[in-house]
């Protein structure tokens, strides 16, 4: 099946992608995929991006067989900018779009990179991208060698506030948690002082539409959310001025409205 996904809660990215498989543990073969080199420039590039990974494939819209968006955490306009080209396709195309926490494809990278197919014991990982304002948007996943399920988040949070709290796992203290994305090496020093190891590898990755679709398969396509509401972990800061909203309690007749009828 052909998966279009989609994802901009940090970068802009879009990958169009074959599964062989709806069930868990598939796997997701990348056909084309771009990215855009900074983070705030969604809007004017994820439907250009659409059209030239359809285009670099030799597929029309309409032959995608689902639709799958990076449901964030991120910042307001740009994770909006993904949503709503996913939604505005699905109904163009008459499809069903999924949505997934976005950090979820930085989990899978990192399992992927350090995890699959190894001896290792269960233990956790700290994914993170970058929130702006000193913070991070984080997620902690018990990982395996053979997957991962998430523990806990997505939250937003300083980054020495955003480690778990002392304890053990498997027997192992959770001092020397590998910690991977952007957001991480963003805030090495304070994740480092809070006992994190920081991938080096992967010290400056965002979350993308390839990982995204990648987990979406492990997961099973099949067991998606239809949900694609955004994960906004900030109240907005646009504002509706006060005597905006005191116009808004008027009657037309600029009386008070009555609750009564």
């Known amino acids: 099946m052909l998966i279009l996904a989609l994802d901009s809660s940090a970068t ?30 969604h809007a004017e590039v994820m439907s250009p991006f659409v059209a030239q990974v359809l285009d670099e494939a030799q597929v029309n819209g309409r032959n995608v067989d689902a ?5 964030g955490p991120g910042p307001f306009t740009g994770l909006r900018a993904g949503i709503v080209t996913a939604r505005t396709l699905g109904f163009a195309w008459n499809k069903p779009v999924y949505g997934l926490m976005s950090l979820t494809a930085l989990a899978e990278r990192a399992f992927v990179q350090d995890f699959q197919g190894k001896a290792a014991q269960m233990t956790e990982i700290l994914v993170a991208s970058d929130a702006r304002r000193r913070e991070i948007y984080s997620a902690i ?45 963003l805030y090495r020093e304070q994740l480092e002082q809070s006992g994190a ?7 400056q990755l ?14 099973g396509i099949k067991n998606l959310s239809t949900d694609t509401r955004a994960l906004y972990l900030r109240d907005s800061d646009a504002k509706v001025p006060a005597a905006m909203l005191a116009r808004q309690s008027q009657g037309a007749s600029g009386e008070p409205v009555s609750s009564k009828g």
């Open 197 to 203: 190891q920081i991938s080096s590898e992967l010290s």
């Open 12 to 41: 802009a990215s879009v990958a169009l992608a074959r599964l062989d498989g709806e069930n868990p543990g598939s796997t997701a073969t990348i056909l084309a995929a771009r990215e855009s080199a900074d983070t705030r420039s």
């Open 141 to 185: 996943f018990t990982v395996t060698e053979n997957g991962y399920t998430i523990k806990t988040g997505p939250q937003v949070a300083p980054a020495s506030e955003s480690m778990p709290a002392p304890g053990s796992v498997s027997g192992q203290n959770t001092a020397g948690y590998r910690a991977y994305g952007y957001g991480a090496e």
């Open 206 to 219: 965002h979350p993308n539409a390839s990982d995204l679709v990648r987990a979406a398969a492990r997961l």
């Open 67 to 71: 639709i799958l968006t990076g449901t």
